[in-house]
């Protein structure tokens, strides 16, 4: 049944792959990112108490809810490279990690840049932002820890390690508002039978979420085939890709030179 | 559209300092992480055919010093 997957653990395979989503992830990256955030700024209605404050909420929410998400993916990843020996998994695994970071920094930067004017405080040490910024550390953690070790192959073992135990703080995140008595408030979106949001609000909501996650994935899909070049560098496809990738963009560079001059 | 005017929306009701700040510094740090990412491949495919054109100068100084000897 998972045979189809198995080729995919080849590098090849991989950044075949990674090239043939590239595309759509980038165009449906532009295409949701531009509706969403046109839509959530100027054509969402109002909030009633917040006034337009609120219209943070179309950045803050999605790359909240895509930090996590981001990192379940990065910590399957890593199980994925413990329990079948993928090497192009723990490649993904510190793929994902850069891109997760930045996405938990905007949720911590927006939610701060929100809580000023609504809270009165920039940052406050509450249990969903505390968790939150232990979600960074921990990205930071498996970057670092990687980046610690000359053999990859060790470096992905023990960061995976690492990206598996902070799966814990992920069910914390989430359950914080509810275990804690927290300034943040509670879930907005995630009760999908009952979501306490307006329609006209809810949908560039979830059309920018949509948009952050092909973001990550094309980013992702980048990060993944430079993984790949740089573990792979003396094998024989990986020198001849170079040297065409690189004529090419001469080439074009060379076309846009003579065009500019010919103007 | 629910803002009156362009300058209405610039304002965001008073919040336009949060509110763009919110959404700028986002997209700058997009940005730089996807630019970033693109400079690195580009820098990793030179890096490979620098590494090539090494190992292939190296092979020929040896053949020539072997011949000379």
Same mark, same amino acid.
């Given at each position: 049944m998972w045979k189809w997957l198995h080729p995919y653990a080849k590098t090849e395979r991989a950044y075949q792959l990674c090239l043939t989503l590239q595309p759509w992830f980038w165009a449906g990256a532009l295409l949701c990112l531009s509706i969403g955030t046109v839509w959530g700024l100027a054509f969402a209605p109002q909030d009633y108490q917040q006034g337009d404050s609120f219209r943070i909420i179309y950045i803050h929410v999605p790359s909240a809810i895509l930090s996590m998400g981001t990192y379940v993916a990065m910590a399957i990843a890593a199980l994925v490279g413990m329990v079948w020996q993928w090497r192009t998994a723990y490649m993904s695994m510190i793929a994902m990690a850069p891109i997760g970071a930045v996405m938990t920094f905007i949720a911590l930067f927006t939610g701060a840049a929100w809580g &000023?004017?609504? /809270?009165?405080? /920039? /940052?406050?040490?509450d249990a969903r932002l505390t968790s939150e910024l232990i979600l960074l550390f921990l990205y930071m953690g498996v970057i670092a820890l990687y980046g610690a070790f000359e053999d990859k192959q060790q470096a992905g073992k023990a960061a995976g390690v690492m990206a598996l135990v902070g799966v814990v703080n992920i069910p914390i995140i989430h359950y914080s508002v509810e275990w804690w008595n927290t300034l943040h408030q509670g879930a907005t *979106?995630? &009760?999908?039978?009952?979501?306490? *949001?307006a329609p006209e609000m809810l949908w560039p909501l979830l059309i920018n979420l949509l948009g952050f996650a092909f973001f990550i994935g094309a980013v992702t899909t980048v990060r993944l085939r430079n993984e790949i070049v740089l573990r792979e560098m003396h094998r024989p496809w990986v020198q001849t890709l170079a040297k065409q990738q690189l004529a090419n963009t001469q080439q074009k560079r060379a076309a846009n030179q003579n065009m500019t001059e010919g103007n | 559209m629910q803002f009156d005017s362009f300058a209405a929306f610039i304002n965001m009701g008073g919040y336009a300092f949060y509110v763009w700040l919110s959404f700028g510094v986002t997209f700058v740090a997009m940005g730089i992480i996807a630019i970033q990412s693109f400079i690195k491949h580009q820098n990793l495919l030179k890096q490979v055919v620098v590494e090539q054109e090494r190992k292939a100068r190296i092979k020929r100084a040896r053949k020539q010093q072997q011949a000379s000897t």
């Open positions: &000023k004017p609504m /809270w009165g405080a /920039w /940052w406050v040490w *979106i995630s &009760k999908f039978d009952n979501p306490s *949001i | -």
